[in-house]
């Protein structure tokens, strides 16, 4: 069964940083591309930054690219996403997500087949 | 950027009716779309792939159609479980965009 879990959201300040986890099970996680997908309150679903199962390349919203970064070990099956420079608009529910089936995608682009149960980061001062 | 127009935004339906959800591209993507219902509270689930395939496990009165610029979700026989939001998605290029969002809500 795949699971993916999140953690490391929390309130924090304008200007300040957090680091979000995602732990995998389930699956071979080297295998698979990986994203982050947020939802303001509210709102809808936003697609937020992507890596390839090797880690090897990667890929940003225009709305976060420079402040955050996209990173995975795949030793320890876990994703992550570094956030700096926090904007109260990036508050939201982080969601991670599992690619699918590689062979139904394109361009380094997928479908999400699996989602965590997200975590809550609040910008506020 | 590929823009998406998803519609209705909103739709009051009853139980055991047939509903349509549209989602347009602004341009061509083959058939590069995913479509996803989410209940409040909870993470989307992949409903549909590839336009028209079914993911497993999901029920088989959800189809998918179209290819290009214009798609469709159809639920054959609304359930009681399927009040919720659904989410068109396009995986064509970067970046990748979800539609607006249609509430399917209780008439």
């Known amino acids: 069964e795949v699971q993916l879990l999140e953690s490391g959201g929390g309130l924090v300040q304008p200007g300040g940083s957090l680091r979000l986890s995602c732990a995998a099970s389930?699956?071979?996680?080297?295998?698979?591309?990986m994203s982050w997908v947020r939802q303001a309150p509210g709102k809808g679903l936003e697609w937020v930054s992507a890596?390839?199962?090797?880690?090897?390349?990667?890929y940003y919203a225009d709305s976060v690219k420079g402040r955050f970064t996209i990173s995975r070990d795949n030793s320890k099956n876990t994703l992550y996403l570094q956030m700096n420079s926090l904007r109260a608009e990036d508050t939201a529910v982080y969601y991670c997500?599992?690619?699918?089936?590689?062979?139904?995608?394109?361009?380094?682009?997928?479908?999400?087949?699996?989602w965590g149960q997200g975590t809550l980061v609040t910008v506020s001062s | 950027v590929i823009w998406m127009t998803q519609s209705p935004s909103l739709l009051s339906a009853s139980t055991g009716d047939r509903v349509t959800i549209s989602c347009r591209m602004s341009q061509g993507i083959s058939n590069y779309l995913a479509w996803y219902q989410q209940k409040p509270g909870k993470a989307p689930e992949l409903l549909i792939y590839a336009a028209s395939t079914l993911q497993s496990g999901v029920p088989s009165r959800f189809s998918g159609s179209g290819s290009g610029t214009d798609f469709t979700l159809t639920i054959s026989c609304l359930q009681s479980e399927d009040f919720a939001t659904y989410y068109c998605q396009q995986y064509y290029s970067l970046p990748q965009t979800f539609g607006q969002g249609t509430k399917v809500e209780i008439k």
């Open positions: 890596i390839s199962g090797s880690g090897g390349s990667t």
């Open positions: 997500a599992k690619d699918g089936l590689s062979r139904y995608c394109t361009n380094g682009v997928c479908y999400k087949d699996y």
């Open positions: 389930g699956f071979t996680f080297s295998d698979y591309a």
